[in-house]
């Protein structure tokens, strides 16, 4: 018999679990939490759009799961600890985190004014910041552990045209994976990053995938090229991973940053020295320029996020 092979699902049941999952009115936001109240998990869906984010939870009450909105824009305490709250208020406590609100202000560095800067910031970075520490606070007090599932982006890794602020957040993040994982490992708690690529508002734009993305509206599916060598999906294929981190079977996954977009499933690597040399007593600057490009320069890191490959282009 041909497909998957079959899997039990009980180490990834999250029947009684709550979750607090930041920008699901739309899009991947709304992914995650659908994907969550699938596996079994009360959901608090969050948007800054009061009516979205009502929506948002009807759907997915609608569909047999269970959820309540909390319309709030994240990234003060205040906000933070009015997430939380409502989860335990609601569902009396709080398992799951998953904070994936966030805003564009793209502009190149010379035309980026400090509200650009600060108001991404703001949103990505101290938005993920608050709720990681009030959820923390949470998991720790109920000493049952937990999962804080972060959203990164390829443009933190790889760095992006036109995107000081965004890729410096994202960036910030998966270095919160790194530090948060040491930090709450003893309480139980896992600590994640989702790096999702997906078919949203904010990558509709991209010309060379603007195209297929409308054929895919239209009920046409997106090519393999995208789906395989781009790892370029829908927001449900992105979805998967959540549940997943949140359940029993990634009790030992934390630290990571993990890809996933269209038929692709990645593991990032995380910074690394990737070549060194040595000289007795210490470097100059007439020392360091005379072996840069036969020692340690010799092969370069690349940067960017590469361009797509478009098949005839």
Known sequence: MKGHPAVSNTRTDLTGKVAVVT????????????????????VVVNDLDEAVAGQAATSITEAGGTAVA?????????????????????????DIIVTNAGILRDKVLWKMSDDDFDAVIT??????????????????EQGEGGSLILVGSPAGQRGNF???????AKAGIAAFVRTWAMELGRAGITVN?????????????IPAFAPYIEANRGGEPLPDFLRKGEGFGTPEDCAALIPFLASEAARDVTGQCIGIGGDKLALWSHPQEVAV?????????????????????????????????????
């Not at 360091?288 to 005839?312: L, M, N």
């Open 277 to 313: 040399a040595y000289a007795d007593g210490g470097w100059t600057p007439e020392t360091i320029a005379a072996t840069w490009h036969s020692s340690v320069g010799a092969d370069p890191q690349s940067f960017g996020i590469p361009a797509p490959k478009i098949p005839g282009a």
């Open 193 to 205: 990053a989702i790096v999702p690529v997906a078919a949203t508002a904010m990558t509709e734009t």
């Open 70 to 94: 909390e319309a709030v824009a994240v990234g003060t305490t205040e906000a933070a600890e009015r997430l939380v709250d409502r989860a335990v208020s609601e569902f009396g406590r709080l």
């Open 23 to 42: 920008g699901s009115g739309r899009g991947l936001g709304l992914a995650y939490a659908t994907a969550l109240a699938k596996a079994g998990a009360s």
């Open 162 to 168: 036109g995107q000081t602020n965004y890729a410096a």
């Open 123 to 140: 949103t990505h970075l101290k938005g993920t910041f608050t709720l990681a520490r009030a959820a923390a606070v949470r998991m720790r």
